[in-house]
């Protein structure tokens, strides 16, 4: 049995907070594109500060670098712990599922220049619509809508371009004179204008999609690891077993690794994201061999 002193108490949380940070980071699109240098460092610093426990348990076992402290039943840090380890799985599982749609760095350095220039959203004025607007009936979770070609005339500071947004929508019928919303950069008429940034609308959909169906589930999914936990497999997880961390280290890295060609944008065997979408799976493997040695 290996022995707790202040040291392992230091790097054993010290692991914990760096590898939530990481999936903090991963999850709100800290690197909005390759290379994701704050996952991979907090990540690689977890990795690293979990082998400095794994030594300083084994070095509190055979001659402590300071006097061995016992550890108490019911401390407020298990507590803490195992609140951490029931929702830290499955949001770890939703990291690596948004490091797999991370989008490429040529795309974010195109968004980036477009910010620079100041492409954003603004009025523009319908000089007509192209044909005649299409009109979709309400159905039973929508309102109806008008869909169709309009040409606009943008104020751009060299002076007024009329271009045509394709298949745009509108709450009313389009009308002469009428003001609808584009994006478009007012010093660079090269770049035209687009009745949506599409940059931004995926990862809008995205987050959308995530708030509504998935956010629900890993709660869920988090409360029940929790409820599941018992205070003997926290002990567990407190102090070092080899059979235990050990393997549950070695799947952790694993996944690490798998995540690396999104991160780093390389290919392996023609491959990138699907190896990210099988690191996901790895927090899972890592719970099932918790509560198969506990």
Not at 10 to 17: A, E, H, M, N
Not at 109 to 122: D, N, S, V
Not at 207 to 224: C, Q
Request: aromatic share 12%.
């Amino acid at each position: 049995m290996t022995g707790h002193s202040r040291w392992t108490g230091i790097t054993g949380w010290l692991t914990v907070g760096c590898a939530l940070a990481a999936i903090l980071c991963a999850l709100f699109s800290v690197s909005p594109y390759p290379p994701l240098t704050a996952e991979l460092c907090l990540a690689g610093a977890s990795a690293v500060f979990a082998c400095c426990w794994i030594v300083a348990s084994y070095r509190a076992r055979i001659g402590p670098l300071d006097k061995l402290r016992p550890l108490p039943d019911n401390r407020p840090s298990d507590r803490v712990l195992s609140w951490l380890f029931a929702f830290g799985v499955p949001f770890a599982v939703a990291a690596a599922w948004m490091v797999g749609v991370t989008g490429s760095s040529e795309t974010g350095m195109e968004r980036e220049r477009l910010e620079r220039i100041g492409y954003e959203q603004r009025e523009v004025e319908i000089v007509r619509p192209v044909g005649d607007p299409a009109y979709t009936p309400p159905g039973n979770d929508t309102a109806g809508f008008w869909t169709a070609d309009l040409l606009v005339r943008v104020p751009f500071t060299t002076g007024p371009h009329e271009l045509v947004l394709e298949g745009y929508t509108t709450a009313h019928r389009p009308a002469q004179g009428m003001s609808v919303d584009a994006y478009y950069a007012p010093g660079h008429p090269e770049e035209g204008a687009s009745k949506y940034w599409d940059l931004d609308f995926g990862r809008a959909f995205a987050y959308f999609m995530a708030a509504l169906f998935v956010l629900p589930i890993l709660i869920g999914a988090g409360a029940w690891i929790k409820s599941e936990m018992y205070d003997s497999q926290v002990e567990d997880l407190r102090r070092f077993h080899p059979r235990l961390h050990l393997p549950v280290l070695g799947i952790l890295l694993c996944g690490l690794l798998l995540l690396l060609p999104v991160a780093l944008e390389f290919e392996v065997g023609g491959f990138h994201r699907l190896p990210a979408f099988l690191a996901s799976l790895t927090p899972l493997l890592a719970l099932a061999w918790v509560a198969r040695e506990s």
